[in-house]
């Protein structure tokens, strides 16, 4: 993966969740995806599987204009990269 790659996938991510367009949604992970929403989620809280995640992420939408997201690689590595990024709610959370 290039630095370049990373920064697709997370523009491609915050324009899906932005749209919750189903295929957008599904065309981020593999069908045996893992999605955790903290980074402390284990278990049952973690979503297991393309459809799962999309089904999840469709279940408790975002209100259009109520948050916004920044995301960036920090480094990228073989096939692995650290991000850094913001998310800010209107309301604050």
Same mark, same amino acid.
């Given at each position: 993966?290039? !630095? $370049?790659?990373?920064?697709?996938?997370?523009?491609? =991510?915050?324009?899906?969740? /932005?749209?919750?367009? *189903?295929?957008? %949604?599904? #065309?981020?992970?593999?069908?045996?995806?893992? =999605?955790?929403? !903290? *980074?402390? $989620? &284990?278990?049952?809280?973690?979503?297991?599987? /393309?459809?799962?995640?999309? #089904?999840?992420?469709?279940? &408790?939408?975002? &209100?259009?204009?109520?948050?916004?997201?920044? =995301?960036?690689?920090?480094?990228?590595?073989?096939?692995?990269?650290? %991000?850094?990024?913001?998310?800010?709610?209107?309301?604050?959370?």
């Amino acid at each position: 993966m290039t !630095h $370049d790659e990373v920064q697709t996938w997370l523009d491609a =991510y915050v324009d899906a969740w /932005r749209t919750y367009d *189903p295929a957008a %949604i599904a #065309a981020l992970f593999t069908e045996d995806a893992a =999605y955790a929403y !903290h *980074p402390w $989620d &284990e278990g049952d809280e973690v979503v297991r599987g /393309r459809e799962a995640i999309v #089904a999840d992420w469709l279940q &408790e939408r975002d &209100e259009p204009g109520s948050w916004e997201a920044q =995301y960036r690689p920090l480094m990228v590595e073989g096939q692995r990269a650290v %991000i850094t990024g913001t998310t800010r709610y209107a309301d604050g959370e």
